[in-house]
């Protein structure tokens, strides 16, 4: 009796799951989903900077775009709505599930415009070009504009007045990017030469500094002694600096504290000479004054270009300082010893750190549109005579290069050039 029962629920049981199952299959979970899904796009033709929209539907003419995933270029996008960020010709596609879409394709078109030079003298004449992006030279066609002012032709005179012209162009529906043309200031170059009174191969720097300084009067030297042990005694603590320009050895002798000056150095004068030709977007002005021991320095600085993380660096310089120096060269007579050699630009103090100190908004004068620092402080005991000292001051940007710089004699005023 039991077993008959036992038997009768079994059955049941079995019954209502395969009824169940049944019911599944026919309208359960499985239930609308797609088989197959089409994307489409409200412009397939769009300008760079422009955006475009994606729909994607099922098989059943349902919209499932917030459900499917996009791919633009084997990309997947986070919205229906893009923004290609550049030009060309892509394909675009959409899944769902295991289901993928027909492709379509989206061109963008962009026009880029060119010009003969980014940074100039105010005066010089600028030539433009303006070329689509499959390299089709749109010149002869477009309009330019400089400073939202229209140009007639493809080329212009910068103005007399420095600062940034904001250049761009147009050629029917398309607009070009922005290019920037910079009208500088005369470019001076910063000679840091690492040193020693030990350093035997050193002499060689020292008479290539000679004839760069016969060469030219826009270059700025700066002699930063170092001396392991103590050997030097003009030596300055520069071993972060070192580190970070990756002076590794003795005699090396830094440009714009970028470009490490080839050797032999006095066969490549033509190395420090050739910066000096090119245009600056930072003009430096300063006055100082020495009372006793203490020292006024007055910076003022025209930074053209906004340079995002700007700093100013003043190094206090010692010429006459004698001592012996060593000489594995042929210059200075070739002598093993130079006894009595005369050290000069011998950087001796840096009030700003060798790193400078930031320029900040802060900073800029509304009067004069200038950024200004003024400091004072009391020169190191080190320095043996206080007649002798000068300053080097440079402005450097983000990455540590020297946009430009300056050398002063104490009481002298420099002057940014008109």
């Given amino acids: ?37 089409t994307i489409s796009v409200d412009n397939n033709a769009i300008n760079l900077g422009q955006s475009v929209t994606f729909t994607v539907t099922d098989d059943q003419n349902a919209n499932v775009t917030s459900e499917a995933t996009i791919y633009f270029s084997g990309t997947a996008i986070s919205e229906s709505t893009y923004t290609p960020t550049q030009a060309g010709s892509f394909v675009v596609n959409a899944k769902l599930g295991g289901v993928t879409s027909n492709n379509i394709s989206v061109t963008v078109s962009s026009l880029v415009i060119s010009a003969s030079k980014t940074s100039v003298f105010p005066g010089e004449t600028i030539t433009l070009t303006a070329t689509g992006n ?7 066609e477009a309009t330019f ?8 032709g493809n080329s212009y005179t910068t103005s007399e007045f420095r600062g940034v012209d904001q250049v761009t162009a147009t050629h029917g529906t398309l607009e070009s990017n922005v290019k920037s043309i910079l009208k500088g200031y005369s470019q001076k170059v910063l000679v840091e030469d690492y040193t020693g009174t030990w350093c035997g191969w050193c002499p060689r720097v020292a008479y290539g500094i000679e004839l760069v300084e016969d060469a030219t009067d ?33 005699p090396a002798a830094m440009l714009n504290r970028t470009t490490e000056w080839n050797t032999p ?45 700007a700093k100013l660096v003043i190094y206090v310089l010692e010429d006459g300082l004698v001592a012996e120096q060593t000489n594995y060269t042929d210059y200075y007579g070739g002598a093993d010893y130079l006894s009595d050699f005369v050290h000069d630009n011998v950087l001796r103090q840096v009030p700003t750190g060798l790193f400078g100190e930031n320029i900040t908004e802060s900073d800029l004068d509304g009067n004069t549109n200038l950024y200004v620092k003024n400091y004072s402080f009391q020169l190191d005991s080190s320095i043996a005579d ?4 000068h300053l080097v ?18 009481g002298e005023k420099i002057v940014i050039e008109d």
């Fill in 218 to 250: 826009n270059a700025v030297i700066a002699a930063i002694h170092r001396g392991p042990n103590g050997y030097d005694p003009f030596n300055y603590p520069a071993g972060d600096l070192e580190s970070k320009l990756g002076i590794k050895s003795y």
């Fill in 134 to 140: 499959l390299g089709n030279d749109l010149t002869s």
């Fill in 393 to 410: 001051v440079f402005v450097t940007d983000i990455s540590g290069k020297a946009l430009n710089v300056v050398g002063s004699q104490i």
């Fill in 1 to 37: 009796m039991k077993t008959t029962r036992l038997l009768q629920l079994f059955l049941l049981v079995v019954s209502s799951a395969f009824f169940s199952c049944s019911s599944s299959d026919d309208g359960g979970e499985g239930q609308g989903q797609a088989s197959a899904i």
């Fill in 265 to 309: 150095e006095p066969s490549y004068v033509n190395q420090v000479v050739g910066l000096t030709q090119s245009v600056s977007p930072t003009a430096i002005a300063l006055s100082s004054a020495l009372n006793g021991t203490t020292l006024d320095v007055n910076v003022s600085m025209d930074i053209l270009d906004e340079t995002l993380g």
């Fill in 145 to 152: 504009f400089v400073n939202g002012v229209e140009i007639s």
């Fill in 386 to 389: 206080t007649s002798k000292i």
